[in-house]
């Protein structure tokens, strides 16, 4: 896949794969698309490994061919071991680093890759190497973070529901058979935790599909367009999750401009290319109206200001960077900073959480220990 370059390489690499057209046949894209589909994932663990070392060896001095080939030496893992050879034999036939990931963008995306083209522009290669795998390695612990932090509600929950759920199919029936023999009336609590569970363990033929069909629904539903932007308007309008998405959003987006700017990538290009690595409708929406206000001249200002999911704060320190020409620099400082902030409320919310649901199952539990408990009362005040 040969890009050609223009007067300035990074911006032809940059507008190549903003738009989409990355310099491959129409032809051969869909092909492309289903090998990348299936291709063997690479860990971004991995990646953040690759890209720290040829920081390294590139700031040591060694030539980017010499790195390339000590990293295929070195890599343990098969599928990138592959690539990196074959990127490794690309730049030895005289393409340029960039022109060679650009053929991998299932493991390298565009802001990678633009960021590549724009340092072996600027001759900053070895810095513009560091900087992705500082961001890389953010990404990673953010992620890394994010599962500590969940791992235990969720555990609590499924442990917490399995006990429910025993509760309610094998200990309450047996309960019922007892009260049964009795013929006593039974409190409205009991009666009610009782059919449910005789419909549950007669009908499970017909439950256990339904809610196996309303989980799969839900799941293809978030998957379309409709319960994408459904999913997206939540996650940022949320009063308990908006803090945390909206922070975590510019956080990352800033950081990814940042360093595209600081290493020369067009800041036209930037928008677009920081556009394609965002997951979120609604934050796209408001990439695209960037795009527009950059492309006719009237800067980002108007746009930061009036958006609802940028915080004040952000948005006038970027229109201020803007106005002074330092958009690189302080991008990546607003960046780091609102992902730590993003990642310390995560924190708190998670905080609560746990009690929140302890105290949730626990009422539950208690629901049903009343059920069974109520009418034993009243069985020994009857036998009294």
Sequence with gaps: ?????????????????????????????????????????????ELVNMTSQLAIMTRAGVDIATALESLVRQCKLPALKVILDEVHKSVLAGNSVSEALSKYKHVFDETFIASIAAGEA?????????????????????????????????????????VVMALILFVLPKFADIFSDFDAPLPAITQVLIGVSIELRTRYWLWLPLICA????????????????TWDSVTLNSPVLRDVTRAMLIGRTCRLMGIMIDSGVPLLDCLRLTKTSVKNALYKRLFVRLEEDVLNGRGMSQAMLQSEFIPDSAAEMLVTAEKTGTLGMVTQIVGQHFEEEGEAKLKDIVALLEPAITVGMGVVVAVIVMSVMLPLFDLSQAAK
């Design 1 to 45: 896949m040969a890009l050609k370059l223009s007067k300035n390489p990074a911006a032809g690499i940059a507008a190549q794969l903003a738009s989409g057209a990355g310099g491959a046949a129409k032809g051969k894209a869909p092909a492309k698309k289903l090998g990348a589909l299936f291709a063997p994932k690479i860990k971004k663990a």
């Design 122 to 162: 600027s001759g900053r290669l070895p810095e513009i190497l560091g900087q992705l795998a500082e961001l890389l390695r953010g990404e990673v612990r953010l992620r890394g973070s994010i599962r500590t932090m969940l791992a235990y509600p969720v555990i609590l929950m499924s442990v917490s529901g399995a």
């Design 214 to 229: 309303a989980i799969a629904g839900l799941i293809v539903f978030k998957r379309s367009d409709k319960g994408r932007r």
